[in-house]
């Protein structure tokens, strides 16, 4: 039996003006899927994230997460299923002067009183899961260092933990890795696909770097233009064929195993 989505895009349409950065997409993510959108600067891959997290309204279509059209909600509503999203950026979005352990536990802000929240008053489980999540992404013998002593892939995972210990079911991850060394790019998207694959979490991570794309993504959306120019597996694709997307107008013959207008659920492992 087919899972149902995590996440879909229905014909989003988002304008700046005469402007428009996301034209009429459609996609569906299932849940522990690691899929990446791809395309070049300008594509609208951080809009996208932008319409999904509700920081902007789209003009037309609709999204629907965890099975509630995020259109609809409001107030209370909004603010409890933004909690299900994890956002991680390319600068990391730590606080220096905080401890690891301290970064980690920002994630739990949503989920306590407003009193433990303004003091920090976290309970004992609270603690104990941010130090779990700090475990799983490789790091707790870092948990009482200062974030700004760490280096910018450990940086990277804090972040990462921090959704963990946010109970985030969807992750948005965009641009991850644009700041990184090779080395460290490799270690951060390592965690996140094992956090797919061993939590049941969906991955959704913006790329520019076409062979990370293609060694850690179950499935491509590449982007041009605010359009989606091929949404495919991974599997069977050439480096040629996912680099093409820079430089061609349309995608290569050899990319078009969708049928136009129809999102593809990712493969369930």
Not at 218 to 227: C, T, Y
Request: proline share 5%; glycine share 8%.
């Amino acid at each position: 039996m087919t899972a149902e989505p995590a996440l879909r895009l229905e014909g989003v349409v988002k304008r700046y003006g005469a402007a428009v950065a996301v034209d009429g997409v459609s996609f569906a993510i299932a849940p522990g899927s690691f899929t990446v959108l791809l395309g070049p600067s300008g594509a609208g891959k951080s809009t996208i994230f932008r319409c999904i997290s509700r920081l902007v309204v789209p003009d037309a279509g609709h999204i629907n997460l965890l099975g509630r059209r995020m259109d609809a909600l409001g107030g209370r509503a909004l603010r409890s299923q933004r909690r299900s999203i994890g956002l991680i950026f390319q600068q990391f979005n730590l606080i220096g002067r905080m401890s690891a352990l301290d970064n980690v536990l920002a994630g739990r802000l949503g989920h306590v009183a407003a009193w433990r929240a303004m003091t920090r008053a976290f309970t004992r489980e609270d603690r104990q899961r941010a130090l779990a999540a700090l475990d799983r992404v490789g790091l707790l013998d870092k948990a009482y260092q200062r974030a700004d002593s760490l280096s910018g892939g450990q940086q990277q995972r804090v972040a990462i933990a921090r959704v963990l210990a946010q109970q985030s079911r969807i992750i948005l991850a965009d641009e991850p890795v644009a700041s990184l060394d090779p080395a460290a790019a490799e270690n951060v998207l390592d965690t996140l696909s094992a956090i797919a694959r061993e939590c049941d979490i969906a991955v959704l991570c913006s790329l520019h770097q076409t062979a990370f794309a293609l060694r850690y993504a179950e499935r491509i959306i590449a982007l041009r233009a605010g359009r989606v120019v091929f949404d495919v597996p991974t599997a069977g694709l050439r480096r040629e064929d996912v680099e093409g997307v820079y430089s061609e107008p349309g995608p290569p013959p050899s990319t078009r195993r969708t049928r136009p207008g129809l999102p593809a659920l990712a493969p369930l492992g």
